[in-house]
């Protein structure tokens, strides 16, 4: 397996999808995890808009143009620093596309047949279940191994994924010769974000109403917050499995003010529910303040996202570019 000098610091890659605002789920699961990584000065980091992912749900040029912008003010707004870490756009660097197809040519059917996003979304999206749901994890793998990343921060339900980068890595070097590296998982503890409205359900932008987007003005966190759904109790007590909705609102407050869900609850005990939900949305209004303030002050200069995506991505592209061509000379494509 090939293997990063151990004085060199790692190489990180991860991205999300510009397919929409970001929720609080989203936050708590990436975003906020990309800039204390970023912060640690541990990482040669990378992040990048997944816009070619992007695609497999629909939407129009006009609004992927700015879900493009809006992520990218998101990036900035949360503290992802330009100085620090190389912020570009997929769609920009051509090598993305063309590991892809070259990887999937080494890449066993039953491999992706078995993984279980593409059964998911599939079955969320079913009048739209194309090729690209299907091959979603090769171009992922083609993401990663471009830059040799060393490490990948994912959560629970990206890890099927990240196996198979790490096999195809190894086929595509016991085939050819060291090429890539494989790749280890950064898995971080993260809370499970449920939606505000079905606390069965994860937080999700299809449902507005049970969703507190990172933008969302005072007043809207407000009014979501109070109509959460909680249970029949009266008693403030975590107790996940039995009353996920009360739970799930003590995770959102443990993980914005940095307690343990259970001493959260023991400082509610004896209050009611319009108290904790009253105190839960002055804690969010409050957290996410100066991101509102800058989000808006940057989306204002639609300009100077889209130079920092330009700059970004030239950087990207000269390592990207680099791969590629000596995987094209692994292969024979080099003539």
Same mark, same amino acid.
């Given at each position: 397996?090939?293997? $990063?000098?151990?004085?060199?610091?790692?190489?990180?890659?991860?991205?999300?999808?510009? &397919?929409?605002?970001?929720?609080?789920?989203?936050?708590?699961?990436?975003?906020?995890?990309?800039?204390?990584?970023? @912060?640690?000065?541990?990482?040669?980091?990378?992040?990048?808009? =997944?816009?070619?992912?992007?695609?497999?749900?629909?939407?129009?040029?006009?609004?992927?143009? $700015?879900?493009?912008? @809006?992520? +990218?003010?998101?990036? #900035?707004?949360?503290?992802?620093? /330009?100085?620090?870490? /190389?912020? !570009?756009?997929?769609?920009?660097?051509?090598?993305?596309?063309?590991?892809?197809?070259?990887?999937? /040519?080494? /890449?066993?059917?039953?491999?992706?047949?078995?993984? +279980?996003?593409?059964?998911?979304?599939? =079955?969320?999206?079913?009048?739209?279940?194309?090729?690209?749901?299907?091959?979603?994890?090769?171009?992922?793998?083609?993401?990663?191994?471009?830059?040799?990343? @060393?490490?990948?921060?994912?959560?629970?339900?990206?890890?099927?994924?990240?196996?198979?980068?790490?096999?195809?890595?190894?086929? !595509?070097?016991?085939?050819?010769?060291?090429? !890539?590296?494989?790749?280890? %998982?950064?898995? +971080?503890? +993260?809370?499970?974000?449920? &939606?505000?409205? %079905?606390?069965?359900?994860?937080?999700?932008?299809?449902?507005?109403?049970?969703?507190? !987007?990172?933008?969302?003005?005072?007043? %809207?966190?407000?009014?979501?917050?109070?109509?959460?759904?909680?249970?029949?109790?009266?008693?403030?007590?975590?107790?996940?499995?039995?009353?996920?909705? #009360?739970? @799930?609102?003590?995770?959102?407050?443990?993980?914005?003010?940095?307690?343990? =869900?259970?001493?959260?609850?023991?400082?509610?005990?004896?209050?009611?529910?319009?108290?904790?939900?009253? &105190? #839960? $949305?002055?804690?969010?209004?409050?957290?996410?303040?100066?991101?509102? =303030?800058?989000?808006?002050?940057?989306? $204002?200069?639609?300009?100077?996202?889209?130079?920092?995506?330009?700059?970004?991505?030239?950087?990207?592209?000269?390592?990207?570019?680099?791969?590629?061509?000596?995987?094209?000379?692994?292969?024979?494509?080099?003539?």
């Amino acid at each position: 397996m090939a293997t $990063a000098k151990s004085s060199e610091k790692s190489v990180l890659v991860s991205g999300i999808q510009p &397919s929409g605002r970001l929720h609080i789920g989203n936050y708590l699961g990436a975003l906020k995890n990309f800039v204390d990584l970023q @912060n640690s000065e541990k990482y040669h980091c990378y992040f990048f808009l =997944a816009d070619l992912h992007s695609l497999t749900e629909e939407s129009t040029p006009k609004e992927k143009q $700015a879900q493009i912008l @809006n992520l +990218t003010a998101d990036y #900035l707004a949360a503290g992802l620093d /330009t100085k620090q870490s /190389t912020i !570009f756009q997929q769609s920009q660097i051509s090598s993305h596309s063309e590991l892809s197809w070259i990887l999937s /040519t080494v /890449t066993p059917i039953g491999e992706l047949e078995r993984m +279980t996003q593409y059964k998911d979304k599939s =079955a969320r999206q079913m009048e739209n279940v194309n090729v690209g749901l299907f091959t979603y994890p090769v171009l992922m793998a083609a993401d990663i191994l471009l830059y040799g990343a @060393n490490v990948v921060p994912v959560g629970d339900d990206q890890l099927q994924h990240l196996e198979l980068t790490r096999t195809l890595a190894r086929k !595509f070097n016991k085939r050819f010769g060291e090429t !890539f590296i494989e790749p280890k %998982d950064l898995l +971080t503890k +993260t809370p499970r974000v449920m &939606s505000l409205k %079905d606390p069965s359900k994860k937080m999700s932008k299809s449902t507005p109403d049970g969703c507190l !987007f990172l933008d969302d003005s005072p007043e %809207d966190v407000v009014r979501k917050i109070a109509r959460a759904v909680t249970d029949s109790e009266s008693d403030i007590v975590y107790q996940p499995e039995k009353r996920p909705g #009360l739970a @799930n609102l003590i995770d959102i407050y443990a993980a914005l003010t940095h307690m343990e =869900a259970k001493i959260v609850a023991e400082e509610f005990g004896g209050k009611t529910y319009a108290q904790l939900k009253t &105190s #839960l $949305a002055e804690v969010v209004v409050d957290y996410f303040a100066d991101f509102r =303030a800058t989000k808006k002050e940057l989306l $204002a200069k639609p300009k100077n996202l889209m130079k920092v995506l330009e700059e970004g991505s030239a950087r990207a592209s000269k390592i990207a570019s680099a791969k590629m061509e000596a995987v094209k000379q692994k292969i024979g494509l080099a003539i």
